[in-house]
Every structure is written in C-alpha cells, then in structure tokens.
Nanobody, 125 residues
Framework: VQLQASGGGLVQTGGSLRLSCAAS????????IGWFRQAPGQEREGVSC???????????YVAEHVKGRFTVSKDNAKNTVYLQMHSLKPEDTAVYYC????????????????WGQGTLVTVSS
C-alpha cells in the first residue's frame, strides 16, 4: 500500500494549485482519505477529508480555515484524490500530506494508517 502526493510548488498569493494523491496497492474509493499540512515549526493540521463511497457516501469535508478556497475530490478510475486550492495565501505554505484510513467503508474523520511522503507548497507574498 502506497500513497504518492504530488503537485506542490511555488505559487504567488492568489494563485491556484491542484495536489494529487495517487494510491497503489488498494482502491482508495473504499477508504476515507484525508489531506493534512504542516508548516515549519507548527503542528500538523487537518485540511480536508473525503469518505469512502462504499459504506459511506463519498461526502467531502474541508476545514473552516480553508473553506471556500479548497475542495477535495476523487477520480476512481485513476485511483487518485485531489485537493484543489484557490486564492492561496502565504499562510498556506506547508508540506501537504495525504493519508488513508485502513478500514473499508470508513468515514470522516478517519483513523489514518497509511501516509504519503508529502508535497511542498510555497506561496510567495
């Protein structure tokens, strides 16, 4: 089981990025998938979550501090979950991680067992 996060980079304030979380070794549609971020010197915080479509309904959740700017979605054919980020701010600068619950049919918030390696997002002012 592996998760590969990608899509990070350097963007100016107000810009957009789309992060991808590609899964291998399991079908992520059956598990809750979360996005987290960790800025330098700060604790990791949850950003969003999407429930499984099997046992749950594929509902999406976004943290209040990014609501209206970030959305989470998934493409089952590509076995990938996306985090679309708009109107980026310098305070969004962080390493972004995706994580998967290990329980089939899991909902949000998940109990995350599998973690990707992270992708760095840097928002310049």
């Amino acid at each position: 089981v592996q998760l590969q996060a990608s899509g990070g980079g350097l963007v100016q304030t107000g810009g957009s990025l789309r992060l991808s979380c590609a899964a291998s070794g399991f079908a992520l549609d059956y598990y809750a998938i979360g996005w987290f971020r960790q800025a330098p010197g700060q604790e990791r915080e949850g950003v969003s979550c999407i429930t499984s479509s099997d046992g749950s309904d594929g509902s999406t959740y976004v943290a209040e501090h990014v609501k209206g700017r970030f959305t989470v979605s998934k493409d089952n054919a590509k076995n990938t979950v996306y985090l679309q980020m708009h109107s980026l701010k310098p305070e969004d600068t962080a390493v972004y991680y995706c994580a998967a619950d290990s329980r089939p049919g899991s909902s949000c918030p998940g109990e995350y067992f599998y973690w990707g390696q992270g992708t760095l997002v840097t928002v310049s002012s």
